[in-house]
């Protein structure tokens, strides 16, 4: 089994920056996917970033490219989001996911929630006016 926690959530000025951690326990999570997620109320959880968690490719959705970065620390077992430039469509639970099941390269294979197999608990973000 592996936990994922995520940290690092709050409320935050249009304009503004959030770092979010997304921190794994249990198996070893090496060779698994990682991916960023959110979900806003009334909406589907949507994809926001993907990598692998040693490295390797790294994916965005259009809508956050060039404003958000992922980055890992293998020595902590802890993956990243650095948010930039955040407005008000950027307010939903963010969410960590970890893949034993993606293997390909390319965005398509991280964009489904299905294709995730551990999720954390999700953390708030709110942008404000």
């Known amino acids: 089994q592996v936990q994922l926690v995520e940290s690092g959530g709050g409320l935050v000025q249009a304009g503004g920056s959030l770092r979010l951690s997304c921190a794994a326990s249990g198996r070893s999570v090496s060779s698994y996917a990682v991916g960023w997620f959110r979900q806003a109320p009334g909406k589907d959880r949507e994809f926001v970033t993907g990598t692998r968690w040693n490295g390797g490719n790294t994916y965005y959705a259009d809508s956050v490219k060039g404003r958000f970065t992922i980055s890992r620390d293998n020595a902590k077992n802890t993956v990243y989001l650095q948010m930039t430039s955040l407005n008000t469509e950027d307010s939903a639970v963010y969410y960590c996911?970890?893949?034993?099941?993606?293997?390909?390269?390319?965005?398509?294979?991280?964009?489904?929630?299905?294709?995730?197999?551990?999720w954390g608990q999700g953390t708030q973000v709110t942008v404000s006016s």
């Open positions: 996911a970890a893949s034993a099941r993606i293997y390909r390269n390319g965005i398509i294979s991280y964009l489904s929630p299905d294709n995730y197999d551990y």
